[in-house]
């Protein structure tokens, strides 16, 4: 019987605790930042960026909150239920990527309509900015950056380009891989998608066997693109395994420590560049601001890409990366 | 005449099995409510935390039966995509009727719970492998169909305002409508599992799946038909969400078959059969949202995010575990 008291008594006390806890609010304002787990390279250099940026915001007297991810599984429902749930924290501003329209749109509006401002970056491009009357957008525009890509194939004359996207249905990465097509076809190449489920993206086994597949398989492809640094990796193992290194030229969206070695060994031809790090500072420095003091660039969108890195500037780009920015 | 049964005891009401749960869920909304503020305790915060309960809640449910049963159904992982794909590409992409749609989803997680049932009753084979090969089965089923239709692996869905009324659309802009279905089902399911012999006969398989035949029960016709309910439920689950967020993506499903699985364990379930009840399940489900949102509530780093939730699941089911055997080990004093 004096156990079931000890228990009940445990029980009273901490629920008294939590009915007394009071909470002076933080004075100063909120910003909601909303991205990918952290165990992603991408997303980790963006985390540093906002990291780096909750200073400024600290400074001011206020603070940031990532709302991260937890898997891609379903990227558009999961962004917009975490929008709600900046909602319902009462964030003063919220930063989103815009991955899925169809599924975001209506939560990024629902919070313009509770009085919140919402600023885009990583993905949903200047226009879409515009159409949502957000705040402004910060990062790559996806399209540019494939034909970029695809004129570079050209250059390496490749004729053709497999564009493997591993989270499907994410609208930047399916403009990733039209604007590889259309790069290409300039040229007089031709690119096609492979899509893999995105229980694959950030998996290197499930990524590196079936590029090694499909390259058994068409021996006419003669280039590869990621749309991940990870993925990059596991496509650069595929093809290794199919014996085609050299005969298959690799590209990459976004980069990691690998890809630049192996861009500086040659065997991996670029990697196109959206600087994570400026996307991440940038949204919450610029959301600080204009919450607090009213200020907002006359430049929309705000592009951080895409610069290509290749052989040609990788010394520069190396020295970045080492200290984690890039 | 003593009159021990009738006299209320605080006792009696601690060796209920849902006490453990309630206890759970009350200490980690405690922890949340100190360390997240009054933004998490607050109606709205709790709508973040609602709407995570209610999907897998409804999915958890027949999980739930299923275990007490002593089966287990991992197919919900990839029977929650293949309902969302299914409504999406016959109404979305295809242009079909919604009513098409979902009557086509639901048929196609009976289709899959009936081979589930199937194979396990005419099979030796442990219900957890059968559902893992259905698990696959039906993954690589819906991404190669998802190609092989529409080209991609991601499908917009554009639903009607009925449609949108009924499965998909936030209450006050906060509260998802399907939150009022899981409650609905919760309700039937607590009828038929406490108040009806059905209930009788999947708590008796579940503790002894022979004797229970043996005594007149028509186990395989149950197990069947539990397992088929599962996936008409996943299914449902799909369904919702795509018509909620308007899009339906391949892969969508996988978090949910450990969720699912802890909520019902947590809820008070053995995982060996025989012992549990709704109300515990339904508590166990709301322990594990509580814990999954309230995370982003709090001031704590999200890096640290997945720490927290694994030690919280703990301490809830060690609580839970406390109490069961506090129930089972209770003799009363004699006077």
Redesign the interface.
């Known amino acids: 019987?004096s156990?079931?008291k000890t228990?009940?008594t445990a029980?009273t006390t901490?629920?008294l605790?939590?009915g007394s806890?009071t909470?002076a609010?933080a004075e100063g304002i909120t910003v909601a930042i909303v991205g990918g787990k952290?165990d992603d390279a991408f997303f980790a250099k963006v985390?540093k960026g906002i990291d780096d940026a909750a200073l400024v915001v600290a400074a001011h007297g206020g603070?940031v909150?990532?709302?991260?991810l937890?898997?891609y599984?379903?990227?558009?429902?999961d962004a917009?239920?975490?929008v709600?749930?900046a909602?319902?924290?009462?964030a003063n501003v919220i930063a989103v990527p815009n991955w899925?329209p169809?599924?975001e749109d209506?939560a990024i509006k629902?919070a313009q309509?509770?009085g919140i401002p919402v600023i885009l970056f990583n993905a949903g491009g200047g226009d879409k900015a515009k159409e949502l009357g957000a705040l402004n957008y910060i990062g790559n525009e996806e399209y540019t950056a494939g034909v970029a890509g695809g004129e570079r194939f050209t250059t390496a004359k490749a004729k053709n380009v497999l564009c493997v996207n591993t989270v499907?249905?994410a609208q930047n990465l399916?403009d990733r891989c039209k604007g590889i097509s259309d790069g290409i076809t300039k040229g007089g190449g031709k690119s096609t998608?492979l899509?893999?489920?995105?229980?694959s993206f950030g998996n290197p086994t499930a990524v590196a066997e079936a590029i090694k597949a499909t390259l058994l398989k068409d021996a006419t492809i003669d280039g590869l693109v990621a749309i991940s640094a990870a993925d990059a990796d596991a496509v650069a193992v595929g093809v290794e395994q199919a014996s085609m290194t050299g005969k298959v030229q690799l590209g990459s969206f976004d980069m990691n420590d690998t890809c630049l070695e192996r861009i500086k060994a040659g065997t991996q031809l670029f990697a196109i560049d959206q600087q994570p790090w400026l996307q991440g500072f940038l949204a919450v420095t610029m959301a600080d601001a204009y919450v607090n003091y009213g200020l907002k660039l006359a430049t929309a969108p705000i592009l951080t890409g895409p610069g290509v890195v290749d052989s040609s500037n990788i010394d520069a780009t190396l020295a970045g990366a080492k200290a984690g920015y890039r | 005449m003593t009159n021990q049964a009738a006299r209320f005891s605080l006792g009696n009401l601690l060796r209920r099995p849902e006490t453990g749960s309630f206890l759970g869920l009350v200490f980690v909304v405690a922890f949340f409510t100190f360390f997240g503020g009054t933004n998490f305790a607050s109606a709205t915060g709790a709508a973040s935390w609602l709407n995570v309960a209610a999907s897998i809640g409804i999915v958890a449910l027949p999980i739930g039966l299923l275990m007490i049963a002593g089966e287990l159904d991992i197919s919900i992982g990839s029977l929650i995509p293949a309902g969302s794909m299914t409504v999406a590409i016959i109404s979305g992409h295809f242009h079909f009727p919604i009513a098409v749609g979902i009557v086509a989803a639901l048929c196609v997680g009976a289709l899959v719970g009936l081979i589930n049932g199937v194979l396990v009753v005419r099979t030796a084979v442990p219900s957890f492998i059968v559902t893992l090969g259905t698990l696959f089965a039906v993954a690589g089923l819906v991404l190669g169909l998802s190609v092989v239709l529409t080209g991609t692996t991601s499908v917009a869905l554009k639903a009607g305002p009925e449609a949108k009324f009924f499965l998909g659309h936030f209450i006050g802009g906060i509260y998802q409508v399907l939150i009022f279905w899981w409650i609905g089902i919760s309700i039937l399911f607590a009828f038929v599992l406490h108040f009806t012999r059905f209930g009788n006969w999947i708590f008796a398989m579940g503790g002894d799946k022979v004797s229970a035949r043996n005594a007149g029960i028509p186990t395989d016709r149950m197990t069947i038909l539990l397992f088929m309910i599962s996936g008409v439920c996943a299914t449902f689950v799909g369904v919702a969400q795509a018509i909620l967020y308007n899009s339906a993506q391949v892969s969508a499903g996988q978090s949910y078959i450990f969720n699912a699985i802890i909520s019902v364990v947590v809820g008070g379930v053995l995982l060996t059969g025989g012992y549990g009840s709704v109300f515990g399940i339904v508590l166990g489900t709301l322990t594990f949202a509580v814990v999954n949102q309230g995370i982003y509530f709090t001031s704590f780093d999200a890096n640290w995010a997945s720490l927290i939730i694994g030690v919280m699941l703990l301490l809830a089911v060690l609580m839970n575990n406390t109490f069961r055997t506090l129930a089972l080990s209770y003799a009363s004093k004699k006077k």
Do not use: C, H, W
Request: net charge positive.
């Open positions: 019987m156990k079931i228990l009940i029980a901490v629920a605790l939590a806890a909470f609010m952290t985390k603070k909150n990532y709302l991260q937890q898997t599984d379903n990227i558009g429902g917009a239920n975490l709600r749930t909602i319902t924290q009462k899925v169809d599924s209506e629902a309509a509770a499907p249905g399916e998608q899509p893999l489920p995105a229980s």
